[in-house]
C-alpha cells in the first residue's frame, strides 16, 4: 500500500498541476494506482481481514474525490457509483475468482494425468 500511496501522491501532484479531464483520470489511476495497490491480491486476500479491505477502500475513495473533485465528507456509495470505481471487496474477490478458474483449467488435464501415471513428487502444475 505504501507504494500505491505514493503513486496517488505524485499523480495528484501532476493532476493539479495540469487538469485532467475527469475520464482520463479514472483511467490513468485504474491503470496506475490500483494495480499496483492489487499487486498479488488473488494471494494475499482473505475476507475475515479487515485492514487490508479498509486500506484498499480508503485508496479508492481518495481516488473517487480526486476523480470528482468532491469533499471527502461526499457519501462513499455515490462517490463510487459516480466515479466509475469499484468497491474493493468486489474488486478483490472477482480477481481471486480469476486466478481461482485460470488455476484451475491449468491444472485439470495434468491431475488427470497425475491420476493415470502417479510421478515421483513432480510439480502438478505451473500456472504462469
Given at each position: 500500500?505504501?507504494?500505491?500511496?505514493?503513486?496517488?501522491?505524485?499523480?495528484?501532484?501532476?493532476?493539479?498541476?495540469?487538469?485532467i479531464v475527469p475520464e482520463s483520470l479514472r483511467a490513468v489511476q485504474v491503470a496506475c494506482i490500483q494495480a499496483v495497490a492489487l499487486?498479488?491480491?488473488?494471494?494475499?486476500?482473505?475476507?475475515?481481514?479487515?485492514g487490508s479491505r479498509d486500506d484498499l477502500q480508503l485508496l479508492l475513495n481518495r481516488?473517487?474525490?480526486?476523480?470528482?473533485?468532491?469533499l471527502p465528507t461526499s457519501p462513499r456509495g455515490a462517490l463510487m457509483r459516480e466515479s466509475g470505481l469499484t468497491p474493493a471487496p468486489v474488486v478483490l474477490d472477482?480477481?481471486?475468482?480469476?486466478?481461482a478458474?485460470?488455476?484451475a483449467d491449468a491444472?485439470?488435464?495434468?491431475?488427470?494425468?497425475?491420476?493415470?501415471?502417479?510421478?515421483?513428487?513432480?510439480?502438478?502444475?505451473r500456472v504462469v
Open positions: 500500500m505504501k507504494k500505491a500511496r505514493a503513486a496517488e501522491a505524485r499523480l495528484r501532484t501532476l493532476t493539479m498541476t495540469y487538469p499487486y498479488g491480491g488473488e494471494l494475499w486476500w482473505d475476507h475475515k481481514e479487515a481516488q473517487a474525490w480526486s476523480i470528482l473533485g468532491a472477482s480477481r481471486q475468482q480469476l486466478f478458474a485460470r488455476l491444472c485439470s488435464g495434468k491431475l488427470k494425468e497425475l491420476h493415470q501415471n502417479p510421478s515421483s513428487g513432480a510439480p502438478i502444475c
